[in-house]
Nanobody, 120 residues
Framework: QVQLQESGPGLVKPSQTLSLTCTVS??????????WNWIRQPPWKGQEWIGS???????RYSPALKSRTSISRDTSKNQFTLQLRSVTPEDTAVYYC????????????WGQGTQVTVSS
């Protein structure tokens, strides 16, 4: 069974860069046709897709966050990373990484989520 685990700081100051890493186990992130996604859920709001990196390294981003977002990967460590620049308190959320196979409607595996608070 695929396992995903988020890691990174739980507190980030406004205007700084939020950086999170997702470590994947039991499948390599280059396995066709997986995509590896970042999703967040702010307090009292629904889930928001941030972006993804596919098995072949191609990336996609939410239009609302594209200007501040970068997703990269380290295939030697089987990890992918989210960077969200110039954060504000509105970026406070639980951040999840999740896998999706092909054009499946749903994400098949999720990390447990990590709380990130943006505050000075």
């Amino acid at each position: 069974q695929v396992q995903l685990q988020e890691s990174g700081p739980g507190l980030v100051k406004p205007s700084q860069t939020l950086s999170l890493t997702c470590t994947v186990s039991d499948v390599t992130i280059t396995t066709a046709f997986y995509s590896w996604n970042w999703i967040r859920q702010p307090p009292w709001k629904g889930q928001e897709w941030i972006g993804s990196i596919a098995y072949n390294g191609s990336t996609r981003y939410s239009p609302a966050l594209k200007s501040r977002t970068s997703i990269s990967r380290d295939t030697s460590k089987n990890q992918f990373t989210l960077q969200l620049r110039s954060v504000t308190p509105e970026d406070t959320a639980v951040y999840y990484c999740a896998s999706r196979l092909g054009d499946a409607e749903h994400y098949d595996y999720w990390g447990q989520g990590t709380q990130v608070t943006v505050s000075s």
